[in-house]
C-alpha cells in the first residue's frame, strides 16, 4: 500500500483522486442523523456521574493507603517532638547510660558496700576523677558495687549499683559547648526515659549525676523531694 | 448503508442494547470495531429482503477536473441513497471509506475484505460516482 501510494504520489491522477475523495467525505458528513438516534450522541451525560463525597472518597484504597501513610508519619514525627521535648544538655548520653543501667550485672561491678556520697574520694583518689560527687538527696544509700569505664566517646563514667530498689547511679561529664568548651549547665533535676528505665539526672561543677531507676518518673520523685536528715 | 434513516435508527438501537446486554454480563468483545462489524451485518441483514440492485453494467467515468465542484451541488441524501444502492460488498467500502474514520487497515478488518478487493471496489466506486455526476450535473463540453 505505502509502496503504491508512494509511486503515484504527486502525479495529477492521484491528487485528483484525493480531491475528489475529499468532496465526496464532505458531503458524508452532511448527511444527516435521525434526530433519535442523535441523542445518543448528545454530550449529556445519559447516565449521571455519580456524586462525589467523602465518604465514598475515603474508601478509595489509594486514598485510604495514603491517609494510613500520612498518620503514621505524623504519628512517628509527633514523637519524636514529644520525646525531644524535654531534652536537655547531656540527655543524649544519660539515655545510653540507661541501656547500660539494663544490662549491667552485679558481678560486672567491683564490690564495694558503703554510703553512696562517700565513693567521691574513691573516684578521686583511685581514678582521678574530681567532683564526682553524689548529691546529697542519694548520698546515704547503701552500694553493693561500683566501676569505673569509658563510654563509646572515651568519656569516664562512674557507676553504682544500690542495694535499694537495683537503683544505679552515674556521674558522667558535662556537655560543652563545642567552641567554647563551657559547661552547657541546666538547673535542678531533669528526667529521661530509655526502654522501661528512667533517670533523673541534674549538674554540678561540671559532672551529671543520675538516679536510674526500672520504672517510672514518679519512682524518683520520691527520692527527690524527699529533706535531706 | 441503508439508505432508509427508520432503518438506520432500527439497526442502531438494535446494535447498542446488543452491547449493552453484553457489557452487563461482562461478556463485550476484546476486538476494536465489533461494534461496527455488528452494525455491519445487522444493515446487511436488515436489507436482505429488500429489492436488490439489479446487475447491470453502471456507467464508469474517468474522475474529471471539476468532479469536486460537481460533488458540493450534490444533496447529502441523494449521495447517501446512491451509496446505500450499490451492491455489498462495493456499498460497505464506500460508506466506511468516505465516512473518513477509519484507515484502510481497519475497512479491510470490518468489510472482511482483501486489499485488492477494497482497491478495485473503491476505484469502481469512484467512476461510477462521477458518471453518475456527470449524468447528473452535465459539464459543457464534456461528452
Redesign the interface.
Known amino acids: 500500500m505505502r509502496a503504491a501510494i508512494s509511486r503515484v504520489d504527486g502525479s495529477a491522477d492521484f491528487i485528483s483522486q484525493q480531491n475528489f475523495d475529499r468532496a465526496v467525505a464532505r458531503v458524508v458528513r452532511l448527511i444527516s442523523i435521525p434526530a433519535e438516534s442523535a441523542e445518543w450522541f448528545s454530550e449529556k451525560d445519559l447516565v449521571p456521574a455519580s456524586r462525589w463525597t467523602w465518604k465514598k472518597m475515603m474508601r478509595n484504597p489509594a486514598v485510604l493507603a495514603i491517609s494510613i501513610a500520612v498518620v503514621v508519619i505524623a504519628g512517628v514525627f509527633v514523637f519524636n517532638f514529644l520525646s525531644h521535648l524535654n531534652d536537655f544538655p547531656g540527655s543524649a548520653t544519660a539515655r545510653k547510660l540507661l541501656g547500660t543501667a539494663a544490662s549491667t550485672r552485679p558481678v560486672m561491678l567491683d564490690p564495694v558496700t558503703a554510703e553512696a556520697g562517700t565513693l567521691s574520694d574513691l573516684f578521686f583518689m583511685k581514678h582521678g576523677l574530681e567532683h564526682y560527687d553524689v548529691p546529697a538527696e542519694f548520698a546515704d544509700f547503701g552500694t553493693i558495687g561500683c566501676r569505673v569505664f569509658e563510654d563509646d566517646e572515651s568519656r569516664r563514667v562512674a557507676q553504682i549499683w544500690i542495694a535499694e530498689k537495683r537503683m544505679q547511679f552515674f556521674l558522667f561529664p558535662a556537655e560543652r559547648d563545642s567552641k567554647t568548651g563551657a559547661v552547657l549547665r541546666f538547673p535542678g533535676w531533669r528526667y529521661v526515659h530509655q526502654e522501661g528505665w528512667t533517670g533523673s539526672v541534674t549538674e554540678h561543677s561540671g559532672v551529671c549525676f543520675m538516679a536510674a531507676i526500672r520504672g517510672r518518673a514518679k519512682d524518683l520523685e520520691t527520692y527527690i523531694a524527699m529533706p535531706k536528715q | 448503508m441503508l439508505g432508509d ?2 432503518k ?2 432500527e439497526v ?2 438494535a446494535t ?1 442494547r446488543e452491547a449493552a446486554q453484553r457489557a452487563a454480563h461482562g461478556e463485550l468483545p476484546e476486538e476494536p470495531f465489533w461494534l461496527f462489524r455488528e452494525a455491519r451485518w445487522r444493515c446487511l441483514e436488515a436489507t436482505k429482503d429488500d429489492l436488490q440492485p439489479e446487475a447491470v453494467e453502471i456507467d464508469e467515468h474517468d ?1 474529471g ?1 471539476t ?2 465542484s460537481q ?2 451541488r ?1 444533496d ?2 441523494q ?2 441513497i446512491w ?1 446505500s444502492a450499490a451492491p455489498d460488498p462495493q456499498r460497505s467500502a464506500l460508506a466506511l ?4 474514520e477509519f484507515d ?1 487497515r481497519d475497512i479491510l478488518d470490518l468489510a472482511e475484505l482483501k ?1 485488492n478487493e477494497l482497491s478495485r471496489l473503491l476505484a469502481r466506486g ?1 467512476r461510477q ?2 458518471a453518475w455526476l456527470d449524468a447528473k450535473f452535465p459539464q459543457p463540453g464534456h461528452a
Open positions: 434513516s427508520r438506520a435508527q442502531f438501537h447498542l474522475l477536473v468532479a469536486a460533488i458540493e450534490l447529502p441524501v449521495l447517501a451509496i471509506f468516505y465516512l473518513d484502510y486489499l469512484r460516482l462521477q
